[in-house]
DNA sequence: CTGAAAGCGCTTACAG
DNA sequence: CTGAAAGCGCTTACAG
């Protein structure tokens, strides 16, 4: 059981050996240059003594740092601690250290958060952009995560098909009126879920959507969405584009007497953590943000490793040939999440996009 | 309007302007041995020139590398973006980066990801640790934000006065029956604002803890935590520990039936971004998170200087010597959020701790 | 007030 | 297969 003492460096371990620290270097990068009792005797000192290799030296000679930067602009977004936790969890399994950077508000802060993980020496940045904003060159590799639909998107979630799924789901269920709810247009993930929900609920079914522009002006219990009336005027089904509005729908619902599921069924995007603790609880649809985490990690990657070949082009990061596939999450009507729906294979895509 | 070019080295600006690079270090880190115009000249070129200082030599010759690490063990804590976001805040304003590490799960997860940052050279590590683990010596400095029960602690929240200050609330407003709800009787934090609301609603109010030992357990709509028959039982007020159990307590209501806030009022702690959202609203504390991460840094780049002075004892910061005040957020009974109620300052604490 | 020099720990051509 | 040497960009005593 090794004690932990001082840190060894690559030269005590040389001098221990009786050998040069060029020969150690080679020896642990293991580029076949060294023979194999000698690396298996070096391998052995590294343990014995500790070694702990200087990533600052070795950043000072390469050139890289091994870390990334990771910027969410919209901090307060629910989904932060699982997108922080996949990104980590890819990143460490690529070799990299994750930075990150908050940039709540201004457009000048994200600026702001960009040029201190620069300066810091990050070998490139993962975005997720806030609605709306477009991010430059900033003179380093980066990855977007956001919306098929985004220029310069790298990676991101089916969205439409999430919305087609979910419209489906709620036309196999029987309704035939649905109020979809949204909160901003000028969002693409947003209008993808809505432009994938229209799809998915097909010609026969009514739809309306409802469009709350002003987050703060629901909030309290004085100002209402008018729920109650939409029930009132046959709506039976209530999707909304992530489960924060849709929550809000819930309650709003319930307050006035509605009973979820049986008059109404209530619906999300993300499933969030209190989706299913809520009563009921929320049908959703999940992310697989573990499998964008590693595709705009390995994207990045690739884009940091062309940004050193001379003339490798513009350090940015190619798009993912498609989007991420969501999973339906079914929880109200049985009260038990149960296995996704099986829909049809068809493309409801093309001619609806 | 500078155009980005390659950065600038401080060896090429010392050159430009025909000095040594020792003169621009001594300059630039403004330790005044150099003279007020020669400084002024170096500035400028600095601009004008597109100066990046190398960390990665700054560290190699310092040997620290201005980043400290965050692990957040639970990383599913809903609270995770705000503090993430404060101690990035905080950790900025003092120069240093955060460096983030994911250990979801299991205790050897956690080890791990300290692993990882120490191997990127952190100069210390800020830690909110999971219930009931124990911190122990990393051999780098640490900073822990817990409970102030919590053996180690450095700063947190004063979560036995937020107790005090919600069960005075709650009583204030008239209830006799009041229901407390948690989730963990190992839990320091959650320990500490049930303490400290059976302090507040003082002796003359009936009141009853309800443990939720297993979240999953009240996960799906099937399973219940009964709180109708604690209202028929004459419960009025029901006070959870946190604002995700207070959630749950409100679906359940309205679902069966209780008009809330009319029959029953529901409160929380720790005001997370829904708790303003569903209807009607909760009434919950909100913690000074902002002044948390302040205290934490400055408290861990303590403990980073002591480390290096020889014999400067083990580097552990220093506990804060009173937990950070949290505020009132009044809801229900009106539908607005309206000032903390006042209550008479008297300290609580000390006989029924 | 300013400069020459050494060195932090690695890696990378280049010789042997 | 192994080693000597240079150098990444800074900072820090130490002289002048």
């Known amino acids: 059981m090794s004690v932990s003492r001082t840190p060894a460096t690559m030269t005590e371990i040389a001098a221990a050996l009786g050998v040069s620290s060029a020969t150690v270097s080679n020896a642990l990068s293991g580029k076949g240059r060294v023979s194999a009792e000698l690396t298996a005797k070096i391998r052995q000192a590294t343990v014995d003594l500790g070694y702990v290799p200087s990533q600052a030296a070795r950043t000072l000679r390469t050139g890289r740092t091994g870390v990334i930067g990771l910027v969410l602009p919209d901090i307060s977004n629910p989904l932060f601690p699982q997108i922080a936790q996949a990104i980590e969890q890819a990143a460490?399994?690529?070799?990299?250290?994750?930075?990150?950077?908050?940039?709540?508000?201004?457009?000048?802060q994200q600026t702001a958060a960009i040029g201190r993980l620069i300066e810091r020496g990050v070998d490139g940045i993962i975005i997720v952009p806030r609605r709306g904003s477009r991010v430059g060159e900033i003179g380093t590799p980066v990855a977007i995560i956001d919306s098929p639909?985004?220029?310069?998107?790298?990676?991101?979630?089916?969205?439409?098909?999430?919305?087609?799924?979910m419209g489906r789901h709620l036309a196999g269920l029987g309704h035939c009126k649905v109020l979809l709810i949204a909160q901003s247009s000028a969002s693409n993930v947003q209008n993808d879920r809505i432009g994938g929900l229209k799809a998915g609920l097909g010609k026969n079914i009514c739809h309306e959507t409802l469009l709350v522009e002003n987050l703060e002006a629901i909030k309290g219990a004085g100002c209402a969405l008018g729920?109650?009336?939409?029930?009132?005027?046959?709506?039976t089904a209530f999707a909304a584009v992530y489960d924060l509005l849709a929550l809000r729908a819930l309650t709003e619902l319930q307050r006035d007497g509605t009973e979820v599921p049986r008059q109404a069924s209530v619906s999300g995007f993300d499933d969030l953590v209190w989706s299913s603790v809520v009563t009921p609880p929320i049908t959703t649809l999940r992310q697989d943000l573990a499998t964008i985490a590693e595709r705009a990690v390995e994207a990045l990657s690739d884009a940091i490793t062309d940004s050193e070949t001379p003339f490798g082009g513009p350090a940015v990061a190619k798009q993912s040939v498609e989007g991420v596939a969501m999973t339906l999450v079914v929880r109200q009507s049985t009260g038990q999440a149960m296995e996704p729906v099986v829909v049809p294979v068809a493309d409801t895509r093309e001619d609806s996009r």
């Open 149 to 165: 639909s985004t220029p310069g998107n790298t990676v991101s979630s089916d969205h439409w098909d999430g919305g087609v799924q």
């Open 92 to 108: 460490a399994a690529a070799g990299y250290g994750v930075l990150i950077a908050d940039s709540r508000g201004e457009i000048a």
């Open 227 to 235: 729920l109650a009336a939409k029930v009132a005027d046959g709506f």
